[in-house]
């Protein structure tokens, strides 16, 4: 989400004679607030690049704490097998219970092969979400594939 707030009033004293702040400024400050409190907090970008095998159930390193959050992620193809490849991205996380969500399947075998995702997710706080991938590759040359994970918190 883009900063929207108005512009600031530099043309406008901050302080009035009486040290208090002025109605322009006052308004600035809370319309700021409003739109910094709206906008998501980014807590963890995770990049792992020249991966040449599956990814075991790994925690993301982000204290998670009840509330929504989003996860997104971006796999692609970085050095295609000869023969053929696969790979499943799936994220982790509790609500109550454990919860999992999986992409499908990239097995396009090429560098352009790509896929993201996104997830809402609704975590209750008291394990880490995780990450893990399930990678095959057939032939001489093994496929490698890069793997970018955001994760932020949309609220408090």
């Not at 901050?14 to 109605?23: A, N, Q």
């Given at each position: 989400?883009?900063?929207?707030?108005?512009?600031?009033?530099?043309?406008?004293?901050?302080?009035?004679?009486?040290?208090?702040?002025?109605?322009?400024?006052?308004?600035?400050?809370?319309?700021?607030?409003?739109?910094?409190?709206?906008?998501?907090?980014?807590?963890?970008?995770?990049?792992?690049?020249?991966q040449?095998?599956?990814?075991?159930?790994?925690?993301?390193?982000?204290?998670?704490?009840?509330?929504?959050?989003?996860?997104?992620?971006?796999?692609?193809?970085?050095?295609?097998?000869?023969?053929?490849s696969?790979?499943?991205?799936?994220?982790?996380?509790?609500?109550?219970?454990?919860?999992?969500?999986?992409?499908?399947?990239?097995?396009?075998?090429?560098?352009?092969?790509?896929?993201?995702?996104?997830?809402?997710?609704?975590?209750?706080?008291?394990t880490?979400m995780?990450?893990?991938?399930?990678?095959?590759?057939?032939?001489?040359?093994?496929?490698?594939?890069?793997?970018?994970?955001?994760?932020?918190?949309?609220?408090?």
């Amino acid at each position: 989400m883009p900063f929207t707030s108005a512009p600031m009033p530099v043309g406008d004293e901050l302080v009035l004679r009486d040290r208090t702040i002025s109605e322009v400024w006052r308004l600035w400050f809370r319309e700021t607030k409003r739109v910094v409190d709206a906008t998501p907090e980014r807590v963890v970008t995770k990049q792992l690049t020249a991966q040449s095998a599956s990814i075991a159930t790994t925690s993301l390193p982000v204290s998670v704490t009840t509330g929504l959050w989003r996860v997104s992620w971006a796999a692609r193809i970085t050095r295609a097998a000869t023969t053929s490849s696969s790979l499943t991205v799936t994220i982790g996380w509790t609500d109550t219970v454990a919860l999992t969500s999986s992409g499908a399947a990239l097995t396009g075998n090429t560098t352009t092969t790509s896929q993201s995702g996104m997830l809402l997710i609704a975590a209750d706080g008291n394990t880490p979400m995780t990450y893990a991938t399930t990678y095959a590759s057939a032939g001489a040359t093994t496929m490698q594939y890069k793997l970018d994970i955001v994760v932020e918190r949309v609220n408090a």
